[in-house]
């Protein structure tokens, strides 16, 4: 599969040039098939990482309502060891939260050596909802992109492998999704009456999403536009793109397990261990 | 009085140029009255600094062993109110801490709005101690310069009156310093072994201390030499330059007070009594 939905360095991207409904020529059965290897490599890359500890993992998600994030977590990250893997959701903040800069909350969530963090929303929440419905100043938000950077270069300074997706679904695609959670009884809890009203701020966001985009993407932290019309091809999109990422760290980790004591083993045995008796 | 040992910007300055037995040619009782007087007014400044809860106030204390941190503690800010006003001191970190960036500790600490906060040693030890005995490589000790300048100035974008102090002794005085401790039994629980130790890097903290204060100062969160031979001018010195600095707030604040409504001038007056009866 071949495609390069990865930004690096500013770019002048406009979303409209990302086909949502890109599939790689696949079907859902090759696809599904693929994301199932994928899955098991990205276990044993978690294990080494969890051994060698030297790096982190941080992996964002972003999209519109119904682009998928939680079924993504669900599937491309839900067989990871849960040891060693956390989701960290971002809510509306707190009055204690919005007492403080905008990463203040975000920054407690990133992950230590050794783990694995997914961010299901994240701090560019506050340059794009916070923008869109004007929740802060012009001037506040603007200066938030160089901070982002500032503070998505301290973590991979400090050894976080950092990966920034945006789900990417079409306008059609996503009032199909949410006309079916309306209809569905087991999904309507996810649907708010926010979710429609939300939808006609359709064009704000997707300039706010090519800013964002394009004012924060670097060779360390780069941004992923994944085709998300289709939900199994996204999930492989995310996965290979997760796996990649990992695969240079392999023979180093490796390298540092087999220099490692009797002792430090018994522990990455038990980490196997509870991965076994929890899935 | 009359001194300047704010730097602002960057500069090349060499603590040597700096006296510290310095006193404005004050007397003890002279320099005592007015330390208690600016208190005073620092208390006031504080209420208001609460009520409005636009700003925050980070206050960071940073100087050799026996240099007076805690001592400014508990004579600057120790009659403050407590319930806006808090002291994190920053030990050896934990291995949970050591797994993170370095500023992910610290910045968990950072004063909300209203809030005041000080930090008895900071992230500056990250390129003092940790230079100063190789805990880290010269590569990772060095971008944290430029890691410290952006965390600040997120801070002070989000409303944060970042003042930094370096306590300035002489190399004679610490030694008096450490003799009393040895001596003085109410004391000798402060002096460690590793008190005298440290010392023979007397130089290296000096280099380093000044490569701190000149890659770090900003107009905004700006570094103060305060001379620190004498405890009470460094009383007096620490006082002014925090009343200095609160004090073009005082309108704005005011002027946010008159406009509140009586449920929120309520939580001021309990503040005020909270006040009354911890002190």
């Known amino acids: 599969m071949s495609y390069t939905f990865r930004i690096t360095g500013k770019k002048k991207i406009k979303l409209k040039s990302f086909d949502p409904e890109y599939d790689a020529g696949l079907t859902r059965e090759e696809a599904d098939a693929k994301t199932a290897a994928l899955c098991k490599e990205m276990m044993e890359l978690q294990e ?47 009055a204690n939260e919005l007492a403080h800069d905008f990463l203040w909350r975000v920054h407690q969530q990133t992950p230590g050596r050794g783990q694995m963090t997914i961010f299901n929303r994240s701090h560019y929440e506050d340059v794009l909802v916070v923008r869109v419905h004007n929740l802060a ?45 309306e209809q569905d009884a087991t999904k309507a809890w996810k649907l708010s009456a926010g979710d429609w009203k939300e939808r006609e701020y359709w064009d704000d966001y997707t300039a706010a999403y090519e800013d ?37 760290y392999k023979k180093a980790w490796l390298k540092k397990l087999d220099a490692m004591g009797a002792e430090e083993k018994a522990l990455i045995e038990e980490f196997r261990r509870e991965k076994q008796t929890t899935k």
């Open 48 to 94: 080494l990482l969890y051994a060698a500890s030297d790096h982190s993992v941080l992996i964002v998600l972003q999209g519109r309502d119904t682009s998928g994030k939680d079924g993504t977590i669900r599937v491309v990250t839900g067989p990871l060891n849960s040891l060693a893997c956390n989701v960290a959701s971002f809510k509306v903040p707190t």
């Open 137 to 181: 100043p012009k001037k506040v938000w603007k200066a938030r992109y160089d901070h982002i950077n500032n503070f998505e270069q301290l973590l991979v300074d400090s050894n976080t492998i950092v990966l920034k997706f945006y789900l990417h679904i079409s306008k059609e695609e996503q009032e199909a999704r949410l006309l079916e959670r």
């Open 212 to 248: 964002a985009i394009n004012e924060c993407s670097t060779k360390d932290a780069p941004w992923h536009i994944v085709p998300a019309n289709k939900k199994w091809f996204r999930n492989l999109a995310v996965a290979e793109t997760i796996v990649d990422a990992l695969k240079p």
